[in-house]
């Protein structure tokens, strides 16, 4: 299909083609080796969309595009700036297009984000001329998008709430691919919470090995569609149809959960992705593999998040700047550095009005555009004006080596109060952190750095001392709600170094800032949502093992083969009130008991891969 000699769009209708850019200039087909129609600025919009209507009279009932990009085939090449695209650029800009890529081109991230606005009305457009046509249709689109790994604006398509549906991959790689599921599920609903899908192809639902030819892991997939279910979206699979008798079970039962899928989300903690600061902070920032660091921040945070059973949804930099921040209690800023003027105000206006704001290290330190502040953004409502960033270097020889132990001591923390690191007073986040001064006299320190630390030295055990006390977390009210800031770059310190400590602290600062509309106690694998619908309250659990092998060295990966029951799961509902509760998948009458505190509460005997409690409200 990436035969240019052969692409029929391109004979029949040399004129639309698309044109590319790269770092050098503008690029024709032949060039940039890639071909693709423009869908921007030409008729082959309309063209397309009667094409679809022709395939829709066969008797379909609804239609996926595949690999919806603004790229030229094979090899992703950008696009699009063919005359007619500069023709369409220069009227709602009144700009030239940019001659090239360039991250420092105030033009250039403006064609970056008039093409973002492209693609949504492309989409739009053939949306809307297949439901005109067959009113009952459903039309999905494969965006394909960030925080999937090695995805980058190559592909066009901005995360933000769309009006047609939206599709997301599983993770590309097998164990590692399963354990990505939950956030692409996320992001999936974020950008339609009515008509959203994951697709997990057969090829990768594997345990370790992509092979078309080997039956697929029952296992996987069946992770694959209960966690898709449980986060209200669409699953399925694809691939070769000699291995579609493993996918019996799965299909059976996941249509047998269609009473309890989909609802209105539980709406506790959102968790912002910013394309912006993907892009931006991506490409501009000087800092090696930025854009993976920002990624793996945020599987970082969803990982204590989910760990901890804290119910979160995804929001967009979109929504921060229209302001429609839905009933969320808390928000969570992890290295949001890019944020818009608007965004700002609209933060600032949340927060005032009962919001809790949770930033972690450059928050706020760049604008929409990718530039470097001289202090934060937010630095009024957080009390504090930026001094500078300590970036995490690598760590060179032996680990005892004296600027080694040096350089884990000044990430030391004190707290405050123990009780937040279940009585230790003593943490470590590892990673990237900022130096800031206080400003407001109303700033409440949470951690500091420590003056001393204990080194080991010949002999023994010596106190050290590691420089003045610096606060590392602050807090501070403002109006009806509160900010929360942590210096450390913390959800790219737990992917790193997932040490215990730093997910406890991190979320019992969470749950005493606000409580949680619902308490699970059971085991970290445990993946938790929750819906209401019909007057219902839905509690999905998913059983999601780290693994099933034993890793005995570093270089031995993880697999995911099996599937152990998780026994005797407590859930606790602190802002509802239930009459009746039921386990969905053998029907059974759970018994509802109050806890001291006056909170009703029920025990699930046994969870295997995945079951919904439903409570009677």
């Not at 009024?380 to 970036?391: M, Q």
């Amino acid at each position: 299909r990436y035969d240019k000699e052969n692409y029929v769009p391109i004979k029949m209708y040399p004129q639309w083609q698309q044109k590319y850019i790269d770092e050098i200039g503008h690029k024709t087909s032949e060039e940039a080796n890639s071909v693709g129609m423009c869908m921007f600025s030409t008729p082959y919009r309309e063209h397309l969309a009667d094409f679809n209507n022709e395939i829709m009279d066969l008797g379909f009932d609804g239609m996926w595009f595949d690999g919806y990009w603004a790229a030229g085939m094979p090899g992703m090449a950008i696009s699009c700036v063919c005359d007619a695209c500069a023709q369409h650029f220069k009227k709602d800009y009144n700009e030239n297009l940019p001659q090239k890529i360039n991250w420092n081109d105030k033009i250039f991230l403006k064609w970056i984000e008039w093409r973002g606005t492209q693609m949504i009305e492309a989409a739009q457009y053939l949306n809307k001329r297949i439901t005109d046509h067959v009113p009952n249709a459903v039309v999905h689109f494969n965006t394909h998008s960030f925080p999937k790994p090695g995805i980058s604006y190559h592909r066009g398509t901005p995360l933000q709430q769309v009006p047609f549906g939206a599709s997301q991959h599983s993770g590309g790689g097998t164990t590692n691919g399963i354990q990505q599921n939950p956030m692409q599920s996320k992001t999936s609903h974020a950008q339609n919470r009515k008509h959203s899908d994951i697709w997990q192809p057969f090829y990768s639902a594997r345990e370790e090995v992509f092979a078309h030819h080997i039956p697929i892991s029952q296992t996987n997939m069946m992770l694959h569609s209960m966690l898709a279910v449980a986060h209200g979206i669409y699953p399925w699979g694809g691939g070769p149809d000699d291995h579609i008798y493993i996918m019996k079970d799965v299909n059976y039962q996941t249509q047998k959960r269609l009473p309890v899928f989909g609802g209105e989300d539980v709406e506790y903690i959102g968790l912002v992705i910013s394309d912006r600061t993907k892009d931006r902070y991506g490409n501009r920032a000087n800092i090696k593999n930025s854009t993976d660091k920002y990624r793996h921040n945020l599987f970082g945070i969803d990982s204590m998040l989910s760990q901890h059973h804290l119910i979160n949804n995804i929001v967009f930099d979109k929504d921060i700047d229209t302001a429609d921040l839905n009933n969320y209690k808390i928000l969570i800023l992890g290295n949001t550095t890019c944020i818009s003027s608007a965004g700002i105000t609209a933060l600032k206006n949340w927060v005032h009005n009962g919001g809790t704001l949770i930033a972690t290290y450059e928050t706020s330190l760049y604008d929409e555009w990718g530039e470097r502040l001289d202090n934060f953004s937010l630095a009024d409502l957080f009390g504090i004006k930026y001094v500078e960033s300590i970036i995490e270097k690598p760590m060179q020889g032996d680990p005892y080596l004296p600027k080694n132990l040096m350089d884990l001591a000044i990430r030391s923390l004190e707290l405050k109060n123990p009780d937040l690191n279940d009585g230790q007073k003593n943490a470590i986040f590892y990673g990237s952190f900022t130096k800031f001064n206080i400003v407001n006299k109303d700033v409440k320190i949470i951690a500091v750095k420590p003056t001393e630390t204990t080194f080991h030295h010949e002999g023994g055990f010596a106190k050290q001392p590691i420089g003045k006390e610096e606060p590392r977390i602050i807090e501070r009210n403002h109006g009806k709600g509160k900010v929360i800031y942590f210096a450390t770059d913390i959800g790219l310190a737990y992917f790193d170094w997932p040490e215990k400590n730093t997910r406890t602290v991190f979320s019992n600062i969470i749950t005493s800032s606000v409580t949680p509309p619902i308490v699970i106690d059971a085991p970290t694998t445990t993946i938790t949502t929750a819906k209401i619908k019909n007057n219902k309250l839905i509690v999905h659990l998913v059983n999601l093992p780290h693994a099933t092998n034993r890793a005995v060295n570093y270089n031995q990966k993880l697999v995911v083969d099996e599937i152990t029951p998780i026994h005797n799961i407590k859930i606790t509902l602190n802002q509802f009130t239930s009459t009746k509760a039921t386990s969905f998948s053998n029907q059974k009458e759970l018994t509802i008991k109050n806890n001291q505190n006056g909170k009703p509460y029920v025990n699930l005997p046994v969870l295997d891969i995945h079951e919904a409690i439903i409570f009677d409200l």
